[in-house]
C-alpha cells in the first residue's frame, strides 16, 4: 500500500488535531507548520508510525523571515520515507528573542551538524543538542550572518544612479 | 597489570597521544582537520572542524539572479562540477516550470555521468593509493583529462565547468566532443577492467581494505548517508531512480548494493557504478544518434527570459537584445514558490532548498551537500581502528572539502 499525501494529513490531523497548520503542497511536496514545543512529538509521531514511518532527515535548515514579529525563524525539517518514497517538509516558527527549538540529534544522528550550521548561521538555540557551537564560522563570531539584517550588495538593485547603464 | 604504565596523581600527563591530523596534511586530501586520541596506534575517539574553506555561497546566493549561482555550484563538489550544475539548472528548471527536449535530457545525461565516472575514478584510485597501490591512479588519471576534454569541447572549461544553461546548453556538442565521447568509451571500459584486475581480488588490497570503516545500514541511514556509501550498506537509495530527473526514466540501469558498509563495499559499489555510467552513456549516445533533422539540432528549451539569446541576433534583433540585457543585468523576476528539489550527485543525494519571494534573486538557498552530512559519522566509522585505516576511511568516504563548507 502506498502512502499519499492525503493520508499523512489524515493520520497526522487525528493525532494532533488542529495544532498542525499551514497544509499546503508546494511544487507536490506536503508542507505543514506545527508549534515550536511540538516539533520532536511531531518528528517521533512520523517515525514511530507504522505507516508513515519517516525515518529519514533529509535536510534541516531555518529561513529567516524579518517582517513575521514574533515568528521571525522557521526551521524547515525535509523528512522522507524511504519504502514508500514520499517526502514532506515539516516547519516551526519560532520568535527571534527566544530562538529555542528542541533537538532532533536524539532522533536524528545526522541533525547533529545540521542543527549546529542552522545555529551558525541562524541562531537558532537547539535544546538539547550535545554539542551547539559553531561549525562553519570561526568561534569568535559575535553574530548570526544569514539573518536578512547583515545584507550583501544587492547586484540586481534598481536604486543605482549608473549613467552607462540606464539604471535609476 | 603490572607492565602497564602508571601515571602518579594530579599528573598532567596522559596515556593517549592526541595527534591532529590536518588541516592541511597530504594523507587527507584537502583541507580537513581531526584531532585524534590515540592509544598507541589505535583510534580511540576523533573530534572533526570543519569550515576551512567556507565561502558562504548560501549568502552570495541570495542576492545573485538564478544564472549566476552556477559558478557557486560548481566550486562545491569540484570532481564532478557537471552535476552541481545540472542539478541546479535542474532546479531552476523545475521552479519556472521548463520542460526541455528529450536531445537535451540525453545531452545532459552523457555530462552527468562521465562526471560521476570522473569522480568515482579519482575516489577508487585514491583510495588504492592510500592503500600503497599507485599504479591504478596512473592508470585512471589519462581517463579523468579526456572526461574534462570532453567538458572543454562543450562548454569551454575544465574543472569549474559552469556547463549548460537555465534551459539547455550553451551551444551544441561540436562534432570533436563527440568523437572525444567516442575515444572514451572505446578505450576507457579496458583500461576499467585492468583497474579492477589490479584491486578487486588483490589479496593485499583486500585485507586492507574490508573490515575497514564499516557502518550498518540503520546507523547509516540515521547518518543520512546517501549515495554509494548509503548504497554499500545494501540500502538501494538512488535518486536516479527513485526521483527520476532529466529523463533517467528511459534507460535501464542498474543500481549495486553492498552489504557491509566498509571501505571494501564502498569501493565495489564504486566501481560497479562506473559500468552502469558507461552503459548509461551508451545507451543515451544512442538516443542522441536517432534524432535526425532539426531535432538532431536541438541543444535548448524556447525559454527566452532565462535562456541568453545567440549572439549574433543580439545583435540585429530588437528582442534578443532586450532578452539578452535583462538576463545580464539579472532583472527578470522569479516566480514566488518554495521547492526542494534533489539529484543524485557523485556522492549521494545533492538538494536544493529554493524559497523565492517572487523577487530577482532566491530569498533562501540551502544547499543538502551529502560531503557535510555523512562526514558527522567520521569519528564513529575510525573509533577503535589503526590509524592508517582512518585515512583510507576518510579517503573512501569520498570527502570534498568544497562541498563539505559550501
Given amino acids: 500500500m502506498s502512502l499519499t499525501n492525503e493520508l499523512i494529513q489524515q493520520r497526522l490531523t487525528e493525532k494532533f488535531g488542529g495544532q498542525l497548520t499551514g497544509w499546503s503542497l508546494p511544487y507536490g511536496m506536503l508542507t505543514f507548520t506545527g508549534p515550536k514545543e511540538l516539533n520532536l512529538k511531531v518528528l517521533q509521531f512520523l517515525y514511530d508510525d507504522a505507516e508513515l ?52 540529534t536524539a532522533l536524528y544522528a545526522s541533525a547533529n551538524f545540521m542543527e549546529r550550521e542552522t545555529y551558525d548561521f541562524f541562531g537558532v538555540n537547539f535544546m538539547g543538542h550535545p554539542n551547539l557551537i559553531r561549525i562553519l564560522n570561526v568561534e569568535e ?23 552607462m547603464f540606464g539604471r535609476g | 597489570m603490572s607492565d602497564h604504565i602508571l601515571l602518579p596523581e594530579g599528573s598532567i600527563e ?81 521552479l519556472l516550470g521548463i520542460t526541455l527536449p528529450k536531445r537535451v535530457d540525453y545531452l545532459r545525461i552523457i555530462i552527468m555521468e562521465l ?23 596512473l592508470y585512471l588519471m589519462q581517463f579523468r583529462e579526456l572526461i574534462y576534454e570532453i567538458y572543454e569541447e562543450v562548454c569551454g ?41 589490479l584491486f578487486t581480488r588483490n589479496r593485499i588490497f583486500m585485507e586492507r581494505t574490508i573490515g575497514c570503516g564499516p557502518i550498518s545500514a540503520e546507523r547509516a541511514l540515521n547518518y543520512g548517508f546517501t549515495g554509494p556509501n548509503l548504497r554499500a550498506t545494501g540500502v538501494d537509495y538512488d535518486v536516479r531512480i527513485h526521483t527520476p530527473y532529466s529523463s533517467y526514466d528511459d534507460f535501464k540501469f542498474e543500481i549495486p548494493v553492498g552489504t557491509t558498509g566498509d571501505c571494501y563495499d564502498r569501493f565495489l559499489v564504486r566501481n560497479e557504478e562506473m559500468w552502469q555510467s558507461i552503459s548509461l552513456i551508451e545507451q543515451a549516445y544512442a538516443k542522441v544518434k536517432e534524432f535526425t533533422g532539426a531535432e538532431a539540432e536541438v541543444f ?47 556522492n549521494g543525494e545533492l538538494g536544493f532548498y529554493l524559497i523565492s519571494d517572487g523577487g530577482r534573486t532566491p530569498y533562501r538557498l540551502h544547499f543538502r551537500r551529502p560531503c557535510f552530512i555523512y562526514y558527522q559519522a567520521y569519528p564513529e566509522l575510525i573509533k577503535g581502528g589503526m590509524l592508517s585505516d582512518a585515512v583510507i576511511t576518510m579517503s573512501s568516504l569520498n570527502l570534498i572539502a568544497g562541498e563539505l563548507d559550501a
Fill in chain 2, 300 to 346: 535548448h528549451a524556447d525559454v527566452p527570459s532565462y535562456y541568453l539569446p545567440e549572439k549574433k541576433d543580439v545583435y540585429t534583433k530588437m528582442e534578443a537584445l532586450i532578452y539578452h540585457f535583462k538576463i545580464i543585468m539579472g532583472e527578470t523576476d522569479i516566480p514566488a514558490g518554495e521547492l526542494y528539489s534533489s539529484i543524485e550527485g557523485a
Fill in chain 2, 115 to 137: 562526471s560521476r565516472i570522473s569522480d568515482h575514478l579519482i575516489c577508487n584510485s585514491i583510495v588504492g593509493v592510500d592503500s600503497g597501490a599507485f599504479s591504478g591512479f
Fill in chain 2, 157 to 197: 572549461s575544465r574543472l569549474t565547468t559552469n556547463i549548460g544553461r537555465i534551459g539547455g546548453f550553451e551551444r551544441n556538442f561540436t562534432k570533436k566532443a563527440f568523437e572525444k565521447l567516442d575515444q572514451f568509451l572505446a578505450t576507457y571500459p579496458a583500461q576499467l577492467k585492468e583497474f579492477e584486475k
Fill in chain 1, 141 to 163: 563570531m559575535d553574530y548570526f550572518p544569514m539573518r536578512k539584517e547583515f545584507p550583501l550588495e544587492d547586484q540586481s538593485r534598481v536604486d543605482k544612479d549608473d549613467e
Fill in chain 1, 53 to 104: 514511518k519517516f525515518q529519514f532527515l533529509t535536510d534541516l535548515q531555518a529561513v529567516h523571515y524579518p517582517d513575521s514579529i514574533g515568528a521571525e525563524l522557521a526551521v524547515v525539517y525535509h523528512l522522507h520515507n524511504l519504502t514508500d518514497n514520499i517526502r514532506i517538509r515539516f516547519k516551526v516558527f519560532t520568535d527571534i528573542k527566544t530562538p529555542d527549538v528542541y533537538s532532533a
Fill in chain 2, 14 to 94: 596522559k596515556l593517549t597521544t592526541t595527534l591532529n591530523l590536518g588541516p592541511t596534511h597530504p594523507a587527507t586530501h584537502g583541507v580537513f582537520q581531526n584531532i585524534l586520541e590515540l592509544d598507541g596506534e589505535r583510534v580511540m575517539s576523533a573530534v572533526s572542524t570543519v569550515g576551512y574553506i567556507h565561502r558562504a555561497f548560501e549568502k552570495l546566493a541570495e542576492r545573485r539572479p538564478l544564472y549566476q549561482i552556477t559558478p557557486l555550484t560548481d566550486r562545491m563538489n569540484y570532481c564532478s562540477s557537471p552535476i552541481n550544475n545540472m542539478g541546479w539548472h535542474i532546479t531552476c528548471e523545475r
